[in-house]
């Protein structure tokens, strides 16, 4: 079995303080975060960037200070997040790829995400994973449903996607695929079999589809953008306790 590779995910551009106070915010807390998380185990860290008060931004220079701030305390994998938030236009989303981190998300399709639209476009597909082979940054194939993983099979035979493959399955979205283990097999039974995957579980979903996709031989993402719970009715106060719980495996 490969090494397992913990992704963390612990700022995301929906969560607030209210829902979980000790949430990182400022470059400074948010490296501070990744640290204790790397410390942990987990190798890839998957970034948002928030303003002084707080809000989503997909500023490069926002991204670089954190990524500086990072790099200065270890070497964990920087992924940015090309998704941003729902209200954002992709000339904003793109903007991070300019941080110059080694990773960013490319996510594969429009959905319903909750109340609100993840709004993806072929076009708009097509432009950021263009930009993203240009800069020679490595996508990660960011999948919230069945549709989208056809999409990626296009998108690689047109060549805007080059291998190897590093596939994210999210489930338990609103709007998205579920978070049944009959769904993730279903999905990891459509990819190449020397592709690497990982899945990242919604809330509840996430203890469970990690042990699967480990069990599995897949990869997990946890973190408080995801799951703010380490079991029911138990707030984490740190991603690194989930990446711990992962690493436990
Ligand atoms: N915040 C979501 C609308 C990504 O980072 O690539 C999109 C998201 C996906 O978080
Ligand atoms: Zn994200």
Known sequence: MDELIITVAPVGAELTRREFPTLALTPGEIADEVYRCWNEGASIAHLHARTTDGRPTQSAQVYKEIIERIKAKCDIVIQVSTGGAVDMKPSERIEAIDSAP??????????????????????????????????????????????????????I?????????????????????????????????????????????????????????????????????????????????????????AALS
């Open 102 to 155: 080694e990773m960013a998300t490319l996510t594969l399709g429009t959905i319903n995400f909750g109340k609100d639209i993840f709004f993806n476009p072929l076009e708009t597909v097509e432009h950021f994973a263009k930009s993203i082979l240009e800069m020679g940054i490595k996508p990660e194939l960011e999948v919230f449903d069945l549709g989208m993983v056809y999409t990626a099979f296009d998108l």
């Open 157 to 245: 035979d047109r060549n805007y996607l080059l291998p190897p493959f590093h596939w994210s399955i999210m489930m338990g979205v609103s709007g998205g695929v579920g978070g049944s283990i009959r769904d993730l097999s279903y999905i990891v039974g459509l990819l190449p079999e020397n592709d690497t995957w990982q899945v990242g579980g919604i809330g509840q979903h996430q203890l469970p589809l990690s042990a699967a996709a480990i069990a599995m031989g897949g990869h997990v993402r946890v973190g408080a953008e995801d799951n703010i719970y380490l079991r029911a009715g138990e707030k984490i106060t740190s991603s690194a306790q989930l990446v711990a719980r």
